[in-house]
């Protein structure tokens, strides 16, 4: 795990991910993240990554991606694609399962309202 | 008293009326009180909502009726799941003030079984951990020795049960937040198949990794409890609509002539010597008891720590993504326009483990990167799988340690991620695969800090699992 293959190149040579990607991905994820916090960042990602690497080892080109093992078990396995899921449909109902919550309760842990909406600060910057 | 107090001696001391619920949950609290300011189990007490739960047991005790299954047995619950009226923060800042206004269908399951909830339990932030030193609140110590981790994330819901602060407890699993915690600290856990119980109402971390399970004293306790909170829910489209078995009454089936698989790969380098002996011997008492011993093979387990910290960090990029402090939740006041809110209000909300996962998750799917990480590792995860159907054409269940090492101490590992990330190689690959896995308690280190002895097994068989859990609990 903690074998550094390349251990004797200069880190900015082996670095996967660099500054400018820690502030792209910051944006993309909606953090701000300090200074601090962006090297930090930057050294974890870098580590993590690289040990994420070994599965490069493998050669996964006829392998089809799995994102999820609930259309493989517990399921009719006569049939294909969302057939197989056909006891988690039913017909809509106008209440739904439960009530919805009352407007109050729905508002109830908000950081911010008017009683009816949630406020925000302003969208639009000026 | 307390030590020896499982589901049914609690639950028949009730109903005999040689103690009352309310009682039992008053000497419970005296017990939270005295030793939880050292454990740091609990995040927060539910008095009201268990002492109203404890009245209704003691009336129909009264009356000579028979009790639920769970009638007046005092349980915790990890803080992942919500609790209608309960603050309910995820061992997370941004949520530190949160009221939920509805129930997780676990916690209604077992309530409505006769359960009484004495308050919500510490865990690493979102489940994120394997040493609950991520809880934004307090670290919590293991009960066996004060210095050391209980293991990650449920963390609280472990030490609970060990230091009698809970007859039971839930916890959720994701890499082996149940069953690494219960290694540490010396108690039975249990991973259920994925879509076995309802997630509806846990906190989500990964969709497709997130499983609810039982932290208890006894393997017969861990099945009485799967009992009450397994089954279809409507309001969980991943939960199965597959028969529940009797748990408790399969346990008594006998195991001889069961074939117990040994995968090599568990046995390697960086296995703790201490580790290995126990579990070897427990594996020689599992033949012993009839069961045929057949070493399997697992060839891509190295592979199993880097395809889950990608598909996990994913889905927790996307799911974590609703912590917006609009509907509710922590809202950073300084900020003048709606996206600085939402930054400000993440970044101060969540704490570093957190980001760290919401970086590695949105980098894996970025542009550019997707096919690289996120594609790739679900295709070994496509391998990973494999392998479980090859091993279990042959054998019934698999068994291993459920942890390199026993407890490690506070501080150990937490300025090293990947270190951390490691503790977990033995339980993740369970949830990749969305098998059920248990973990029991199979002897000590020289230091006297519990071992775990991890048995798995096929899809929606638990209680194969459960039983070979039992037979090995009785027998040691």
Known sequence: MSVRVFAALPVYIRMKVTEKDVAYVADLANLELTGDERARMLRDLN??????????????????????????????????????????????????LRKSLPHEVALQNAPDTDGTFFKVPKVIER | MQNALTIDAARSAI??????????AETFYAEIEKDDPQIGAYLTLSKDRAFAKAAEIDALAEKGEPLPPLGGVPVGIKDVMVTRGVRTTAGS???????????????????????????KLNC?????????????WHPVHNPRDLSRVPGGSSGGSAAAVAADMAVATLGSD?????????????VVGLMPTYGRVSRYGLIAFASSLDHIGPLTKTVRDAAIVLRTVAGRDPMDATSAEVLVPDYVAELEK?????KLGVPKEYFGAGLDPDVKNSVEAAIQKLAELGCEIVPVSLPHTKYAIPTYYIVATAEASSNLARFDGVRYGYRASDARTLSEMYRRSRDH?????????????????SAGYYDAYYLKAQKVRTLLVRDFEEAFKKVDAIVTPTSPTA?????????????????????????????PGISVPCGETKENLPIGLQILGKHFDEATILRVAHAYEQSA
């Open chain 1, 47 to 96: 580590s993590i990554l690289e040990y994420v690497d070994r599965l490069n080892e493998l050669d996964t080109k006829d392998v089809p991606p799995m994102a999820q093992v609930s259309d493989r078990y517990g399921v009719d396995e006569s049939k294909t694609g969302s057939a197989r899921f056909a006891y988690a449909s039913r017909e809509d109902i106008l209440e739904g």
């Open chain 2, 15 to 24: 109903q005999q009326r040689t103690t009352t619920a309310k009682a039992l």
């Open chain 2, 93 to 119: 800042k941004i949520l530190g003030n949160y009221i939920p206004p509805y129930d997780c269908t676990a916690v209604a399951r077992l309530e409505a079984a006769g359960a009484v909830v004495l308050g």
């Open chain 2, 124 to 136: 690493d932030e979102f489940a994120m951990g394997s040493s609950t030193e991520n809880s934004a």
């Open chain 2, 174 to 186: 994701t890499g082996g937040s149940i069953r690494q915690p219960a290694s540490f600290c010396g």
């Open chain 2, 254 to 258: 006998p195991v001889r002539g069961l």
């Open chain 2, 349 to 365: 909300g969540f704490g570093a483990e957190v980001k760290r996962r919401i970086m590695l998750g949105t980098y894996a799917l």
């Open chain 2, 407 to 435: 407890a490690f101490k506070l501080g150990e590992k937490v300025d090293d991620p990947l270190a951390m990330y490691l503790a977990d190689i033995f339980t993740v690959t369970a949830d990749l695969a969305g098998i």
